[in-house]
């Protein structure tokens, strides 16, 4: 289960007078797993420091992948604009879970700017029973291999 909480510092794609500020939504993804479930939370209007509370499930994340979080800004009418990306590599959440914030990578998104921290993404991944089976799975595979190695 995939929960994202919030993000924080992001910048105003909106840049128009009068247009407000960024309308941010994020997804996640598997990376290498595209055409699988891509989570998106609903967008959040005029904010820089959005709070989802947005919970999703991901079947098909496993040992060796890595989650791909990615902030748009959500344009009516034209393309969304991209405030940035973070990944979290599967042997940070396996087998306990996760809950923390990752930094935000702005490349190719409008940078941070002179003096401006980077933004911040507050997620929770949890790890269900039946991952943890199968990571006790093959952890237990492994030790047997190695075994028979020695």
């Given at each position: 289960r995939v929960e994202i909480i919030s993000a924080f510092g992001l910048r105003d794609a909106d840049?128009?007078?009068?247009?407000?500020?960024?309308?941010?939504?994020?997804?996640?993804?598997?990376?290498?797993?595209?055409?699988?479930?891509?989570l998106r939370t609903p967008t959040v209007n005029d904010s820089l420091s959005p709070v989802w509370n947005y919970v999703g499930h991901m079947p098909n994340?496993?040992?060796?992948?890595?989650?791909?979080?990615?902030i748009f800004d959500d344009d009516f009418g034209k393309g969304d604009d991209f405030l940035g990306s973070a990944t979290l590599e599967s042997d940070v959440i396996l087998p306990d879970g996760f809950k923390g914030v990752l930094t935000v990578d702005e490349k190719n998104g409008g940078g941070a700017g002179a003096g401006r921290k980077p933004p911040q993404l507050k997620v929770r991944v949890h790890?269900?029973?039946?991952?943890?089976?199968?990571?006790?799975?093959?952890?237990?595979k492994s030790a047997a291999k190695w075994s028979a190695l020695l």
């Open positions: 840049w128009m007078i009068g247009s407000g500020m960024s309308d941010p939504y994020c997804t996640c993804r598997v990376v290498g797993k595209e055409m699988m479930t891509v994340f496993g040992p060796g992948d890595t989650l791909e979080f990615e790890v269900e029973e039946e991952d943890e089976k199968f990571v006790h799975g093959l952890r237990v």
